[in-house]
Structure formats: structure tokens, C-alpha cells
């Protein structure tokens, strides 16, 4: 599958590496075309991947992930191309952190709306699932790095999006399907970007980035 990455940090680049190693192509997107990360990645990460704009990214992809800082995700949504996001399922992982008066990093987004909120009103022909944004870019593809049963949420309007996403989560990530918990619809992403002022404080606390949240129920 061609897959686009929208982002050269280092969520970009992990979601990136584990796509090209388990067999797709990959197009990362960046503000420009000679952005020197997002070409040090393709060439690094060999045949099948290449770098471009977001609008060169968002053209060759099939689907889309979203792994821009959540302050520029509009704009990087913007300078992609309605006509290269229309119809097509968009992952999106980026939080609206604000780090303007330092560390920890506060919410720009809060209480009322979210980011996944604002993508999809910008682009009603995308098909938005919020989902991985609530742990370390390591575990997003790996979760092994965690031992035992963990969570990953999930937001979106779209439910046949959120199934298939559902499947990629498995088949490309490892994630076990009862472990992947859809909250709902787009709305709830409030929930999950509000997790991040408590991950930064866990990460605080036990200096490593390898945990995540575990729901259970009686």
C-alpha cells in the first residue's frame, strides 16, 4: 500500500520505519521538498520510500497519517490538498500541546473542541480517526515494549474508517483487538488529547516513556 506520512519528527519517522519494514511504500511529507530529515529518511529507509511536500505526500498516499505537531497539523492539512485528502482515511496521532510557556506543555485545544474535532470540520470528505496519541511513539508500533494487556483508544465519525483502522492496528502494529477501545465519535478525542497533561507527569515520574494505560472493567 502507498502510505503517507505527514511529519519528519520523530513520530514521522518511527510510524515510517515500521511501515517500510513490514512491506509498504512510504511518502514523507514535509513543508518543502528538499526538507533534509524527511530526505535523509528515504534515503535510509531504501526502495519505496520518498519524500516531497505535504501535497506530494497527501497525492501518493492512500491513506494518511497525521504525525505533524498538532499546532501546524491545519496548515500542514491546508498546504496537502483538499483534492489529495478527499475520500481517504486520515490516522491521526498529532496532540495540540503548547509549549509556549515551557515544560510541561499545557493544551492550545481544550474542554469544548479538539484537534481531531478541527480536521474534521476543515475537511468534511476526510475520513479522521484519532487514535495512538496517548502513549510514546516506540509503542505505537511495537506494544510488546509494555508487557502484558494495554489500551489504545479510538475516535472517529466514520465507523467503517474506525474498522479498518481497527485492522491495521493488528495486522501492522501488533495491537490485539480487544485491547483497541473505540470511544465514540470524533468528539471524544477531547478525551484523549486531555490525556497528555497525565502522560507527561507519568513520564516525569518514571523516567521512561515504556508505559501506557490499561482500562479494566468488572
Known amino acids: 500500500m502507498n ?3 505527514l511529519g519528519t519528527g520523530i513520530v514521522g519517522r518511527t510510524i515510517g520505519d515500521k511501515l517500510m519494514q513490514i512491506g509498504h511504500q512510504v511518502t514523507m511529507g514535509s513543508r ?13 529507509a531504501g526502495p519505496g520510500a520518498a519524500a516531497g511536500t505535504y501535497e506530494d505526500a497527501a497525492r501518493a498516499g492512500d491513506v494518511i497519517f497525521n504525525c505533524t505537531s498538532g499546532a501546524g497539523s491545519l496548515e500542514a492539512l491546508r498546504a496537502a490538498g483538499k483534492e489529495n485528502l ?3 482515511i486520515l490516522i491521526d496521532v498529532a496532540n495540540p500541546l503548547d ?6 506543555p499545557s493544551l492550545s485545544i481544550v474542554n469544548t473542541d479538539s484537534l481531531g474535532e478541527q480536521i ?4 468534511p470528505e476526510l475520513r479522521v480517526v484519532k487514535t495512538l496519541n496517548t502513549m510514546n511513539t516506540g509503542l505505537m508500533v511495537n506494544p510488546s515494549l509494555v508487557p502484558g ?14 474498522e479498518q ?31 497528555l ?3 507527561v507527569r507519568l513520564y516525569a515520574r518514571f523516567g521512561s516513556p515504556n508505559f501506557n494505560f490499561h482500562i479494566v472493567t468488572a
Do not use: C, Y
Open 99 to 104: 509549549f509556549s510557556n515551557g515544560f510541561p
Open 149 to 162: 494487556d494495554h489500551t489504545v483508544f479510538m475516535s472517529g465519525d466514520d465507523d467503517a474508517a474506525k
Open 32 to 44: 518543502t521538498a528538499d526538507n533534509p530529515k524527511a530526505a535523509e529518511w528515504a534515503a535510509a
Open 86 to 88: 478527499a475520500g481517504k
Open 165 to 195: 483502522v481497527t485492522g491495521w492496528l493488528t495486522e501492522w502494529f501488533g495491537w490485539k483487538p480487544e485491547n483497541i477501545i473505540d470511544l465514540g465519535d470524533i468528539t471524544t478525542a477531547r478525551g484523549t488529547e486531555q490525556l
Open 3 to 5: 502510505i503517507a506520512v
Open 120 to 123: 474534521q470540520r476543515e475537511f
Open 197 to 199: 497533561p497525565v502522560w
